[in-house]
């Protein structure tokens, strides 16, 4: 069963950019596909971003395109999230997904889960 741990959440001001980062590790078992999703306190856990392992499909949420670049290095098994211009309805916790297909990842089915990194944007 594959692992994923998250890191690189933190405090910033609107604006300013942070970068996530999701290493996985263990047998994917086919799980090729990866994602991350947010949730807001009070909130459902929303898609945000997804891509193939080998970074030649991706997929983002409306309100991120242009803002958000998901990429992967297969090298290290790690994928990455880069956000710019960020905004305080980007606050959550987000969280990395692996699953067999983007459809899976985007719709959170049979997807295995990281433990999630806080991103808190003040205004």
């Known amino acids: 069963q594959v692992q994923l741990v998250e890191s690189g959440g933190g405090l910033v001001q609107a604006g300013g950019s942070l970068r996530l980062t999701c290493e996985a590790s263990g047998h994917n078992f086919g799980r090729n596909a990866l994602g991350w999703f947010r949730q807001a306190p009070g909130q459902e856990r929303d898609f945000v971003a997804a891509i193939m392992w080998n970074g030649g499909i991706t997929a983002y949420t409306e309100s991120v395109k242009g803002r958000f670049t998901v990429s992967t290095d297969a090298a290290t098994n790690t994928m990455y999230l880069e956000m710019t211009s960020l905004k305080p309805e980007d606050t959550g916790v987000y969280y990395c997904?692996?699953?067999?297909?983007?459809?899976?990842?985007?719709?959170?089915?049979?997807?295995?889960w990281g433990q999630g990194t806080q991103v808190t944007v003040s205004a």
């Open positions: 997904v692996a699953g067999l297909t983007l459809r899976d990842v985007r719709r959170s089915s049979d997807v295995v």
